[in-house]
C-alpha cells in the first residue's frame, strides 16, 4: 500500500514538471501548414491542329493539397481564360472527387479563343489555366491553395464557309481547270453552275481571304453524287470531290449557310417551264406552247415583263423591261431587283415567239401573270410574303380560276402596293416561282 502510494506521488510530480500542451497554438500552425499542390501543363506552346479537331491538344494536372482534418472537405475548381482577364471571362468547372487532371481538344481551345473572347487566328494568344482547392466544413476558415499557369497556344486558320469566290475544278470540268460559280439573285449564300461535265472527280475550291479550300462531302466514303438531294459538306483542306460517273450537263448548288450541296445528274436535272394556252389575236386563233428558258428555244425564249401603272395612281399600260433574271439553282425561278414598283400592277411576259416564228409585243398578245383570283380587283399585298398567280393568254376561253373563265377580265386582277390609307408601300425585289406558281414580294 505504501509502496503504491508513493508511484502515484512519483507521477503527479513528473506531470507538473511538463509544460501544458498548447491546443490553439497546434491548430494555427496547422492551418497555416505548407501548401503542397503544383500544377503543371503538358506544353508550354502549342499549335492547334485543324485536322484532329477532336484530338486533346493541351492537358494540365496538379497534385493534391495540404491534408486537413476529416471534417474539412476538400473542392476542386480550375478556371481557364486569356492570360491578363484574371479569369473575368473564364470557363470555369467544378472537378469531381479525385480528378486531378484537365484536358482540352483542338476544337475547344480554338472556340473558345476565337468565339468566346474574339481574338484572331492570326496570331498566337497566351492562356492562363488555374486551379483552386478551398475546404468546406469544420470551424475555422482556410485559406484556398490556388496555382497558376501560362500556355502560348497558336489557333489554326478556320476552314469557314465564308466565301470571295467558288468554282467547279477537277479532271470532270470541260475546257478548263475551274468555272466561276456565281451566287444566285434569289440567296446571297447560295452559289450555283448548270455546265456540262465529263467522267472524272468535281471539286469545289473556294478562296476567301487569298487562301483556299474547298468544300467537300462530310462522309469521305460517300464520294459519289446523292443525285438530286442535299448532302451536308464541310470544308477541308485538301481536294476532295465527287465523282461523277457518266458525261453530261450537271447542276451544281452550294448553299454556304445550310453547309449543303445539291448536284443534279442529267437524269435528274430540272427543266425549265413550259407554258400553253390559246391565244387569239386579229389572224391568230390557236393553241401556243413556249417554254420559258433561259438558254432560248425554237419557239421563242420571253425578254420582258411588263407592268401596269408606273406610280400609285398610275393609268393605262406601260411596257417595261423589269430585267427578271433566271436563277442558276432553278430555271422556273425569276428574280427581280432594281427600282421601286408601286401603284396596282399585273406583270407579262412579252416578246414571245409565236409557231410560225413572229414576235409579239403588243400588250394585248402578252402572257399574264396575275394573283390567282376569280374577280376583278386590286388586291393587297405585304413584304417578305408569297402569293399564289395564275397566267395565261388574255382572252383564253379555257383560262380558269376557281371554276370561273378569268381569260377576258386577267388585266384587271392586279397586285396593289398602296395600304389602306393610300400611302405607296413598293417592292424593289421580286421572286417569280413557277414550279410551284407563287410570287414572293420584299423590299430589300
Given at each position: 500500500?505504501?509502496?503504491?502510494?508513493?508511484?502515484?506521488?512519483?507521477?503527479?510530480?513528473?506531470?507538473?514538471?511538463?509544460?501544458?500542451?498548447?491546443?490553439?497554438?497546434?491548430?494555427?500552425?496547422?492551418?497555416?501548414?505548407?501548401?503542397?499542390?503544383?500544377?503543371?501543363?503538358?506544353?508550354?506552346?502549342?499549335?492547334?491542329?485543324?485536322?484532329?479537331?477532336?484530338?486533346?491538344?493541351?492537358?494540365?494536372?496538379?497534385?493534391?493539397?495540404?491534408?486537413?482534418?476529416?471534417?474539412?472537405?476538400?473542392?476542386?475548381?480550375?478556371?481557364?481564360?486569356?492570360?491578363?482577364?484574371?479569369?473575368?471571362?473564364?470557363?470555369?468547372?467544378?472537378?469531381?472527387?479525385?480528378?486531378?487532371?484537365?484536358?482540352?481538344?483542338?476544337?475547344?481551345?480554338?472556340?473558345?479563343?476565337?468565339?468566346?473572347?474574339?481574338?484572331?487566328?492570326?496570331?498566337?494568344?497566351?492562356?492562363?489555366?488555374?486551379?483552386?482547392?478551398?475546404?468546406?466544413?469544420?470551424?475555422?476558415?482556410?485559406?484556398?491553395?490556388?496555382?497558376?499557369?501560362?500556355?502560348?497556344?497558336?489557333?489554326?486558320?478556320?476552314?469557314?464557309?465564308?466565301?470571295?469566290?467558288?468554282?467547279?475544278?477537277?479532271?470532270?470540268?470541260?475546257?478548263?481547270?475551274?468555272?466561276?460559280?456565281?451566287?444566285?439573285?434569289?440567296?446571297?449564300?447560295?452559289?450555283?453552275?448548270?455546265?456540262?461535265?465529263?467522267?472524272?472527280?468535281?471539286?469545289?475550291?473556294?478562296?476567301?481571304?487569298?487562301?483556299?479550300?474547298?468544300?467537300?462531302?462530310?462522309?469521305?466514303?460517300?464520294?459519289?453524287?446523292?443525285?438530286?438531294?442535299?448532302?451536308?459538306?464541310?470544308?477541308?483542306?485538301?481536294?476532295?470531290?465527287?465523282?461523277?460517273?457518266?458525261?453530261?450537263?450537271?447542276?451544281?448548288?452550294?448553299?454556304?449557310?445550310?453547309?449543303t450541296v445539291r448536284i443534279y445528274s442529267p437524269a435528274t436535272d430540272l427543266k425549265p417551264k413550259t407554258f400553253k394556252g390559246h391565244f387569239a389575236l386579229g389572224s391568230y386563233d390557236e393553241d401556243v406552247e413556249f417554254t420559258l428558258n433561259p438558254e432560248g428555244n425554237a419557239l421563242g425564249t420571253p425578254w420582258d415583263f411588263g407592268k401596269k401603272g408606273d406610280?400609285?395612281?398610275?393609268?393605262?399600260?406601260?411596257?417595261?423591261?423589269?430585267?427578271?433574271?433566271?436563277?442558276?439553282?432553278?430555271?422556273?425561278?425569276?428574280?427581280?431587283?432594281?427600282?421601286?414598283?408601286?401603284?396596282?400592277?399585273?406583270?407579262?411576259?412579252?416578246?414571245?415567239?409565236?409557231?410560225?416564228?413572229?414576235?409579239?409585243?403588243?400588250?394585248?398578245?402578252?402572257?399574264?401573270?396575275?394573283?390567282?383570283?376569280?374577280?376583278?380587283?386590286?388586291?393587297?399585298?405585304?413584304?417578305?410574303?408569297?402569293?399564289?398567280?395564275?397566267?395565261?393568254?388574255?382572252?383564253?376561253?379555257?383560262?380558269?380560276?376557281?371554276?370561273?373563265?378569268?381569260?377576258?377580265?386577267?388585266?384587271?386582277?392586279?397586285?396593289?402596293?398602296?395600304?389602306?390609307?393610300?400611302?405607296?408601300?413598293?417592292?424593289?425585289?421580286?421572286?417569280?416561282?413557277?414550279?410551284?406558281?407563287?410570287?414572293?414580294?420584299?423590299?430589300?
Amino acid at each position: 500500500m505504501k509502496k503504491t502510494y508513493i508511484a502515484i506521488l512519483s507521477l503527479m510530480a513528473l506531470a507538473a514538471c511538463q509544460e501544458p500542451v498548447n491546443y490553439l497554438e497546434q491548430a494555427k500552425s496547422f492551418f497555416e501548414a505548407e501548401e503542397t499542390m503544383e500544377l503543371t501543363a503538358s506544353a508550354r506552346k502549342i499549335d492547334l491542329d485543324r485536322d484532329n479537331m477532336d484530338a486533346v491538344a493541351l492537358t494540365f494536372e496538379w497534385t493534391s493539397a495540404r491534408q486537413m482534418p476529416e471534417d474539412y472537405i476538400p473542392t476542386y475548381i480550375t478556371k481557364i481564360d486569356i492570360d491578363g482577364n484574371n479569369f473575368n471571362t473564364c470557363v470555369r468547372t467544378v472537378e469531381d472527387d479525385g480528378v486531378f487532371s484537365k484536358s482540352f481538344t483542338n476544337a475547344q481551345l480554338q472556340s473558345y479563343i476565337l468565339e468566346k473572347w474574339g481574338k484572331s487566328y492570326v496570331r498566337p494568344v497566351t492562356i492562363q489555366f488555374g486551379v483552386l482547392c478551398k475546404w468546406d466544413g469544420g470551424d475555422q476558415y482556410v485559406m484556398p491553395e490556388v496555382r497558376t499557369v501560362t500556355v502560348e497556344v497558336r489557333p489554326f486558320r478556320p476552314l469557314t464557309f465564308d466565301v470571295d469566290k467558288m468554282y467547279l475544278s477537277g479532271d470532270a470540268v470541260q475546257g478548263s481547270t475551274r468555272i466561276l460559280m456565281k451566287a444566285t439573285p434569289e440567296n446571297e449564300f447560295q452559289y450555283a453552275a448548270h455546265i456540262p461535265l465529263k467522267k472524272g472527280q468535281l471539286t469545289i475550291p473556294v478562296v476567301y481571304d487569298g487562301e483556299t479550300s474547298y468544300v467537300a462531302p462530310s462522309d469521305l466514303d460517300g464520294s459519289s453524287i446523292m443525285d438530286g438531294e442535299d448532302e451536308s459538306v464541310v470544308m477541308r483542306p485538301e481536294a476532295i470531290g465527287w465523282n461523277i460517273e457518266e458525261d453530261g450537263t450537271y447542276r451544281v448548288v452550294v448553299n454556304i449557310q445550310n453547309k449543303t450541296v445539291r448536284i443534279y445528274s442529267p437524269a435528274t436535272d430540272l427543266k425549265p417551264k413550259t407554258f400553253k394556252g390559246h391565244f387569239a389575236l386579229g389572224s391568230y386563233d390557236e393553241d401556243v406552247e413556249f417554254t420559258l428558258n433561259p438558254e432560248g428555244n425554237a419557239l421563242g425564249t420571253p425578254w420582258d415583263f411588263g407592268k401596269k401603272g408606273d406610280n400609285v395612281d398610275g393609268g393605262g399600260w406601260y411596257s417595261k423591261d423589269l430585267k427578271f433574271e433566271f436563277s442558276e439553282a432553278d430555271p422556273q425561278l425569276l428574280v427581280y431587283s432594281g427600282a421601286e414598283i408601286k401603284g396596282d400592277q399585273c406583270f407579262a411576259i412579252l416578246n414571245w415567239l409565236t409557231s410560225d416564228g413572229k414576235p409579239y409585243t403588243n400588250v394585248n398578245s402578252a402572257f399574264y401573270i396575275f394573283p390567282k383570283k376569280s374577280e376583278k380587283g386590286d388586291y393587297q399585298v405585304n413584304k417578305n410574303m408569297w402569293y399564289d398567280i395564275a397566267y395565261g393568254f388574255l382572252n383564253d376561253p379555257d383560262l380558269m380560276v376557281d371554276g370561273v373563265n378569268v381569260g377576258t377580265i386577267m388585266r384587271q386582277i392586279n397586285f396593289l402596293f398602296r395600304n389602306e390609307q393610300n400611302a405607296s408601300t413598293p417592292v424593289n425585289f421580286i421572286m417569280i416561282d413557277f414550279r410551284n406558281d407563287k410570287i414572293y414580294f420584299d423590299k430589300k
